[in-house]
């Protein structure tokens, strides 16, 4: 079979079709790229391009309320900034992982209004200039086109309000954050529909929408589908209607979720994650005809390769039978992963996932 691009890849695994081999891709942290950069990795070409990974690329959109950006405090360790979702948060300079939220701006349904009210569809949400730069060239190198959508719990509970009082106001106030999650993806809707009119049509939509942690969700089903799923739904609806795929990314163990996502139209999984619960090889045995899986090797044990390279020889070949499964871990690569593990995580998945 004649090597593919990405694009054509992706495609035949979204439905459920054999390749060349299948997409191998991942999120690199910034940290690790630096630790890399000692170790080898050549100034001036970034890490997709080194190891070959598939090129998946996004076009993005903002959707903030436009909160006035300002660092606050900066040392060599770190730096504590606000953002424009009105958020205060301290990120280390040379190291990745999740941020430390400090302060909220929207805090409650008024502060809510406030800022839903700075929230239009304006043209110049969307960086014209990158899409004209780029597009022709990641059309003409085959690569994956995503639109990266960004509303629901998630970004929520994580970018806007905080994780307890979301929870919270799932309960007590639930019209205030299920009126976040639509607004959001009325923003989204707006947006992507201009891209697209403008010429920029993409071949999917993907969103973060993490409902889970180790061994449980952070809500039960119920509360999924009553608050949750019609918003996500109706993003699937729009997705569809244009004949595009739909990629969903939750960490944490969200099983009870997955019928619910088929159903709704969710057409691959993200990331899959080993360590909180989520069993690739049970997931495709049970929803492989209906489910593509991205991920599902685990991040886990990077520091121990040789475990890795075991999983990996388990997971991969069940999980790429008749197509359906991209090959990442199920999260990301931290900067405690070396050059030369990476390397071989890559060769190895390449190797594996083959249908030569």
């Not at 436009?66 to 900066?74: A, H, I, N, T």
């Not at 300079?93 to 349904?109: I, K, N, R, S, W």
């Not at 993907?206 to 039960?220: A, H, I, T, V």
């Not at 939750?250 to 619960?277: H, W």
């Amino acid at each position: 079979m004649a090597e593919m691009t990405s694009r054509e890849r992706m495609l035949r695994m979204y439905e459920h079709r054999e390749a060349d081999r299948v997409p191998v891709t991942d999120s690199i942290w910034g940290s690790t790229v630096e630790r890399w950069r000692r170790e080898g990795l050549p100034e001036g070409v970034s890490p997709h391009d080194y190891f070959g990974l598939d090129r998946i690329v996004a076009i993005g959109a903002d959707i903030s309320p436009r909160y006035p950006e300002k660092v606050l405090e900066e040392t060599p360790a770190y730096k504590v900034h606000t953002t424009k979702y009105g958020v205060t948060m301290k990120n280390w300079t040379h190291a990745g992982g999740v941020p430390e939220y400090l302060d909220f701006t929207v805090v409650d349904a008024d502060s809510w209004a406030r800022a839903k009210a700075r929230m239009k569809p304006d043209r110049d949400r969307i960086d014209w200039d990158r899409l004209k730069e780029n597009y022709p060239k990641w059309r003409e190198s085959g690569a994956w086109v995503n639109a990266g959508f960004w509303f629901g719990f998630d970004v929520t509970h994580s970018f806007i309000v905080g994780t307890e009082r979301t929870l919270i106001a799932m309960a007590t106030d639930p019209e205030w954050v299920v009126d976040i999650f639509n607004h959001m993806l009325d923003m989204d809707i707006a947006l992507f529909q201009m891209a697209w009119d403008a010429g920029y049509q993409f071949d999917g939509i993907g969103w973060y929408e993490d409902m889970g942690y180790k061994l449980n969700q952070f809500f039960s089903l119920d509360m999924y589908r009553e608050l949750v799923k019609p918003v996500q739904k109706r993003a699937c609806d729009w997705a569809h209607a244009k004949g595009l795929k739909v990629w969903l990314h939750s960490c944490g163990d969200i099983r009870p979720f997955v019928p619910e996502l088929i159903g709704i139209g969710v057409n691959m999984l993200n990331p899959v994650e080993v360590k909180a619960g989520m069993d690739p090889l049970a997931l495709k045995k049970q929803y492989g005809r209906e489910l593509a899986f991205h991920g599902g090797l685990n991040a886990a044990l990077f520091d121990r390769p040789e475990l890795l390279w075991e999983q990996m020889r388990a997971t991969i070949p069940a999980m790429k039978a008749g197509g359906g499964y991209v090959a990442s871990s199920d999260h990301s690569v931290p900067e405690l992963v070396s050059f030369e593990t990476f390397r071989e995580f890559v060769r190895l998945a390449k190797e594996l996932g083959s249908y030569r």
